[in-house]
């Protein structure tokens, strides 16, 4: 069930309940893809999401905060978004524990993002774990406009 679109200025922040397509392991991480079409829609290389975890009665009451690890804009289930999970406490373990099919609610796309050049130049990403989560979406939008 989605639930309605808040509008912060001109950033659209969508929250739906997103259905978990896949999950795969990533050494010590797991990348959760979740079918997302407005959210991937309107994402950008360095923005988030936030996911609600745990289950009613569970404590688990505050949101997660998650890089937009890569956005696909087809396939069957439209617009998909993956997240990089480390699952050290609670309800990043809860997460990081769903299932295809199963339901997250997910707010976003948050924040501004990284800001992209217009013309083609040669970049370096740099980053160390999870931190370099962002930075697969970022290479793809800089190798679309012809960037090394």
């Known amino acids: ?36 079409n407005q959210i991937a ?5 360095g923005q988030f999401v936030t996911c609600s975890v745990g289950e009613v009665g569970t404590g688990l009451i505050l949101r997660r905060a998650f890089s937009i690890h890569d956005v696909s804009s087809t396939g069957g289930q439209g617009g998909t978004i993956d997240v990089v999970v480390a699952p050290h406490g609670g309800g990043t373990q809860w997460l990081a524990q769903r299932r295809r099919y199963d339901k997250v609610n997910v707010s976003g796309p948050l924040g501004q993002g990284f800001k992209v050049p217009r013309e083609p130049v040669s970049c370096v990403l740099v980053g160390g774990g999870y931190g370099s989560a962002p930075l697969f979406f970022l290479a793809k939008v800089l190798a679309a406009r012809g960037c090394r």
């Open 1 to 36: 069930m989605n639930t309605p679109s808040a509008s912060l200025g001109k950033n659209r922040i969508h929250q739906i309940d997103a259905e978990v397509l896949a999950t795969r392991r990533a050494g010590a991480y797991t990348v959760l893809t979740f079918s997302a």
């Open 41 to 45: 829609a309107a994402a950008k290389p």
